[in-house]
């Protein structure tokens, strides 16, 4: 953990080793091992799965609440700030893996599970599966679960992605979000929001505009509103400024930037308009939201 982060950064090579970077723990084992750790508020530099199969409580994810209840799967992003309440008795799984399991090369489906199933901000971060779906699932994991142990088997780590691939694929197509409007990836609107969400993530330090994100995309401004609004009944603009917003929070709160030095980061020349822009958005100074 460096000096200038609040919240501790916790990286998945500090626990397995670097050729396979993959983790799959049970609940209440999980908590009991960890501590006080993931009741107070921390981020990861990994991938994170969390599926209450049986348990109450509540799980915080960048500074909002939501309610946990059986068959309760959450999708947690690296950078993402999250912690649970006391309630630690909850059954399930948590299944960890690095960037190397979900990159943005390759085909079409693996963007769209990475920047729907994960990395989608503008929409609650988990999904609820219903009792008769479960099954599957449950094959899935205990399917991780033994091959994790078969460190030098045949294909180990590709085997252990393939088993990530699906279960995530399983999830896009029977899981049911708490809120927001279904994505197809055959949705041709559906496909041009989600590359949308992708651009988003790796240029939203530097590229504030709509218009610049449809000429990233190559479609018309009026093109990309029709398809984030379709698939999201949301704007553009919105959508850009909400997700520079939580970065700011973020880094508002885990690391001793400076508020100037924040704005520098997040691609605002004149501090004094990143403070305004803040205002405007939140209600709050960044200072006052920082205290």
Known sequence: MKKTETFPLYHLEEKTPASIQFELMKMPDFFFENGDNPKQPHIHGFYQIIWFQKGTGVHYVDFKEYSVSDNTLFFISPGQ???FD??????GVIIHFNESFLSDE???????????????FDAVPYYNVTPENIQRLAYITEEMETESRNINTFAHKDYLKYLVKMFLIY???????GTGIPLCINNSSNRTFVQFRQTLEHHYRHIHTVKEYANYLNVSTKTLTNCVY?????TPL??????VILEAKRQLLHS???????????GFEDPSYF??????QTGYLPAEFRE
Not at 106 to 120: C, D, I, Q, R, T
Not at 171 to 177: D, E, F, K, W
Not at 238 to 243: E, F, G, L, S, V
Not at 256 to 266: G, N, P, Q, R, T
């Open 106 to 120: 390759g085909s079409s489906e693996n963007v769209f599970l990475k920047y729907n199933v994960f990395n989608a």
């Open 81 to 83: 700030i999250h912690y």
């Open 86 to 91: 006391n309630n630690q008795e909850a059954e």
């Open 238 to 243: 919105k959508i850009i400024n909400d997700r």
């Open 256 to 266: 001793s930037l400076k508020i100037k030095e924040i704005a520098f980061y997040l």
């Open 275 to 280: 403070v305004k822009f803040f205002k405007r």
């Open 171 to 177: 999830i896009q197509r029977i899981g049911q979000r």
């Open 230 to 234: 379709e698939s999201s009944h949301s």
